[in-house]
């Protein structure tokens, strides 16, 4: 099992009446009611608890891409992972992704990932996701009907990009490179592993199976609700001839972990509130731009009633419904151990993304969570997939040897 | 009047496309806003009443195919150029509304010789910073008749005619028609409406009529005024009483203020 430390970044400060205010925590969000100043302490408050778990022993950092969006303050995931690269040296860089069709020229992404993989020594994880409506359609101005068109020109450039030895000429449709040229190069051969971070859309299976991809779901909405969908998947990875290996498969779930299942509704309860009242508080007119789901996918989603949830039904859910329906996972370890056994177990995954830190927790209570999980849970979970250690196709494959920053000249002058 | 409606090959073969086809005389062809077109549509009977009326649906709506290598503008102008040259017509009195009005100036700029009679009702296509229009994509559907219409409650009762939610079939239609729908006229009017056709006005050399409702909160009338200062001659007929979807409110103005054009 790969346990994957992961952040969000939300804004801590959403004001107690936000749901009635606002209509939306991204897209039209004022950004009056961004603080550069406050801002400056919640990046680098942030940036210290990735670097933290890093020490307690999980296996990777992650980040991902948003735009405009209230409680994902990272339009620029390569930025942290950069960031990340200098101040860690063993955990992977998750970087959950790039949205590639995004980019213009997308060869930019294979450029940042490649510098991103020699400057870490090859602890890149490449995440390609196609980006949620908000963020591709309504924030960045993509047409819906040509958006997967794009992702896969993007998607093949970037694999080009890695593979071949420039310059080539590449003639897409959307771009058009005479000199395609990719300096540098990424230190894993022939790519970094990659992550494809999806919501359900079944041709995102085929994609994955097809290519030996991670398919990682990144749901809000917790183990119990994902089980069908997952099913789906692995059914289709049989139908696919190929192997059932865990780690063809990620999951992110939020956990909250204390001494006891009591302290951690004490602890924890406003948080995971804030995180489901006011994070997820979205314009549903903004859910799903006409023709961002494929036909394809939305026959497949009435066919087998899987229907997405409404995003923010769970905000009138309690903490105990919250924890029962699987929407978060919390307790004492050994509560918490239990249950994500059954996660792990019933979806057949080998990553897990930990959403430790939830919507406005302040850092001690992080702190404390990831402690705790990485302690007294995370190596009782280790071994769950054990026959499958062998397995190297989707995880990174750093250099043996590799440089340390050195210190910096102020401090070696004195 | 005898209405027909049948399937039509176009460029060679690359799309088969729907046509509704009604009514006798000089032949028009209509061409239909985003919100699509249906076959009993009362608009269409009006038009037909006065003129041998051809409404081809654009791929991706109705049963007409083809969307998914309609990727721009200029892939829709010739398409419908196509569509006329499959239908057998020499240029045809072009009339559109919406996203077919902007369909048609597109086509009255590019080709000035083909097309000397033109109709625009509420036409998409132009921006103005001033009366920005509003973002229809993410509309809530019962956010739509107070755009939409000048008379909400009318609007709302024209717009859910018949239609039972609750029943999941009947959704799955819904949605599955309305993306096919949007994701093709998104690759005209996401996220702005405005494909460049403000530099192409000039071109436009047809006989041209441009209709409008008085209360269109869609695009609103100004553009009316942005349409008749781009294109040389244009004449500007208001309707009163009548939001964007002035064609189901007063049709009967539309084919009057149309008569212009004969």
């Known amino acids: 099992m790969r346990f994957v430390w992961f952040n969000l970044m939300p804004w801590p400060d959403l004001p107690d009446d936000f749901r009635e205010k606002y209509r939306s925590v991204w897209v039209d969000i004022p950004s009056a009611l961004y603080d550069p100043v406050r801002g400056h302490e919640v990046y680098n408050t942030y940036l210290d608890q990735l670097e933290f778990a890093e020490t307690v022993g999980f296996d990777g950092l992650g ?81 819906p009907g040509t958006l997967r068109e794009r992702y896969a020109e993007a998607h093949e450039l970037i694999r080009r990009a890695w593979a071949a030895d420039g ?147 769970a905000a009138s859910l309690s903490w105990g419904e919250l924890n029962e329906r699987g929407y978060i996972v919390a307790g004492c370890p050994d509560t918490v151990r239990q249950r994500m056994e059954e996660l792990i177990r019933t979806l057949r995954v080998g990553n897990i993304i930990c959403g430790i830190h939830v919507g406005n927790m302040p850092p001690e209570k992080t702190r404390h969570s990831t402690e705790l999980f990485a302690r007294k849970v995370m190596p009782q979970l280790r071994g769950i997939w054990k026959d499958y250690e062998s397995d190297e196709r989707f995880w990174i494959h750093p250099l043996p040897k590799r440089v340390a920053p050195a210190p910096i000249a102020a401090e070696t002058v004195r | ?68 290598s309609l990727r721009d503008m200029l892939a829709v102008t010739l398409h419908s150029f196509d569509v006329i040259d499959a239908l057998g017509l020499e240029r045809p009195m072009l009339v559109g509304h919406s996203m077919g009005g902007m369909i048609a100036a597109e086509m009255a700029a590019v080709a000035p010789r083909e097309v000397q009679r033109l109709g625009l009702i509420a036409p998409a296509g132009l921006w103005l910073d001033a009366h920005p229009v509003p973002d229809l994509f993410s509309k809530l559907p019962h956010e739509l008749p107070a755009l939409l219409f000048h008379d909400p409650e009318f609007g709302e009762r024209v717009m859910t005619a018949g239609a039972d939610f609750a029943d999941p079939k009947f959704l799955e239609a819904f949605i599955i028609r309305n993306t096919r729908q949007l994701a093709m006229a998104g690759k005209l009017l996401f996220p702005i409406p405005d494909r460049g056709l403000d530099e192409r006005l000039y071109r436009i050399r047809a006989k041209t009529v441009v209709v409008w409702g008085e209360s269109d909160r869609v695009i609103p009338p100004a553009y009316g005024d942005a349409f008749c200062r781009g294109i040389s001659g244009a004449e500007l007929i208001r309707v009163l009483e009548a939001g964007h979807m002035v064609i189901v409110e007063r049709p009967e103005a539309v084919v009057h203020a149309l008569i212009r054009l004969e």
């Open chain 2, 1 to 68: 009047m005898s209405a027909r409606s049948y399937l039509l090959d176009v460029a060679g073969s690359r799309r088969q496309i729907r046509v509704f086809e009604a009514g006798e005389g000089q032949p028009l062809v209509f061409l239909h806003g985003a919100g699509g077109l249906t076959e009993d549509s009362p608009f269409l009977a009006a038009l037909a009443r006065r003129w041998h009326v051809f409404a081809p649906l654009l791929p991706g709506y109705g049963d007409s195919d083809g969307a998914e």
């Open chain 1, 63 to 143: 980040v991902n891409e948003h735009h405009a969006n209230a409680y994902g303050l990272m339009p620029s995931p390569c930025l942290m992972a950069a960031a990340l690269a200098r101040r860690t040296s063993r955990a992977a860089l998750v970087v959950l992704g790039s949205s590639i069709a995004l980019y213009d020229p997308p060869i930019r992404v294979a450029e940042e990932f490649a510098m991103l993989d020699v400057i870490s020594g090859g602890r890149l994880v490449a995440g390609f996701p196609v980006g949620t409506s908000m963020d591709t359609n309504y924030a960045y101005g993509r047409v």
């Open chain 1, 167 to 313: 310059p080539f000429v590449f003639n897409g449709r959307y771009t058009k490179l005479r000199y395609a040229n990719c300096w540098p190069k990424p230190v894993q051969k022939p790519y970094p592993p990659i992550f494809i971070p999806g919501g359900g859309s079944i041709e995102t299976w085929d994609f994955c199976i097809e290519n030996d991809y991670n398919y990682s779901y990144l749901s809000f909405f917790g183990y119990l609700r994902a089980r069908k969908l997952m099913e789906g998947y692995w059914q289709r990875v049989a139908e696919m001839g190929k192997d059932d290996s865990p780690y063809r498969a990620t999951f992110a779930q939020i956990i909250c972990v204390a001494e006891t299942d009591a302290e951690a509704e004490k602890l924890y309860g406003p948080h995971v509130s804030y995180f489901f009242n006011r994070c997820l508080h979205i314009y549903p007119g903004f859910v799903d731009a006409p023709g961002y789901r494929t036909i394809k996918t939305i026959q497949a989603e009435f066919l087998s009633q899987m229907a997405r949830p409404n995003i923010g039904q």
